[in-house]
């Protein structure tokens, strides 16, 4: 895993825009960048397989959005960056990790409660799914001790 740079957004907009029904924009990841959010990816032969941005608030953070190169999927690199940011997160005394993700997106619920996280709420219509709106799942991991593995 490494830090995300400038140079790196065209890249990770390229993927986003292969992955996310709702993608970030490169403004969006410049933004994250200049707010010094934590924004990291990994790659594989130099080439970027997966990503993510978590902003740090105090001792809690938010998920904002991870993703793995459609190239890269189902060879576990979501659950291995979700770990590291787990692990870096607890490294910076953080109690709390909160993100929310489209009840549609079963394989991510899975992920993100085989890491640790609970459900904690659900936000009505929260995305636009189509020509109709689809809820969010409000999930929190609570950061005690290792990583959750």
């Known amino acids: ?3 995300m740079t400038l140079s ?22 410049n933004d994250a960048l200049r707010c010094a959010y934590r924004c990291v990816l990994d790659e ?11 902003m740090p608030v105090l001792d809690e953070a938010e998920l904002l ?3 793995v190169a459609p190239t890269q999927q189902h060879k576990g690199l ?8 787990l692990h870096w997160a607890q490294t910076q005394a953080m109690r709390q990790i909160f993100l929310e993700v489209r009840v549609s997106n079963v394989p991510a619920i899975a992920l993100y409660r085989a890491t640790g996280f609970v ?5 009505r219509g929260y ?11 409000l999930m929190a ?3 005690k001790g290792e990583a959750h593995g």
Do not use: K
Not at 44 to 54: C, E, M, P
Not at 119 to 123: D, F, M, S, V
Not at 127 to 137: P, S, V
């Open 1 to 3: 895993m490494r830090d």
């Open 8 to 29: 790196d957004v065209a890249a990770v907009c390229a993927i986003e825009q292969q992955v996310q029904p709702q993608p970030w924009t490169a403004g969006n990841f």
């Open 44 to 54: 594989i032969d130099g080439v970027i397989a997966s990503y993510a941005v978590l």
């Open 65 to 67: 959005t991870i993703a």
């Open 78 to 85: 979501g659950r291995l960056m979700l770990l590291d940011i």
């Open 119 to 123: 459900e904690i709420g659900r936000r």
């Open 127 to 137: 995305y636009q799914h189509g020509d109709e709106r689809e809820d969010a799942l």
């Open 141 to 143: 991991c609570e950061l």
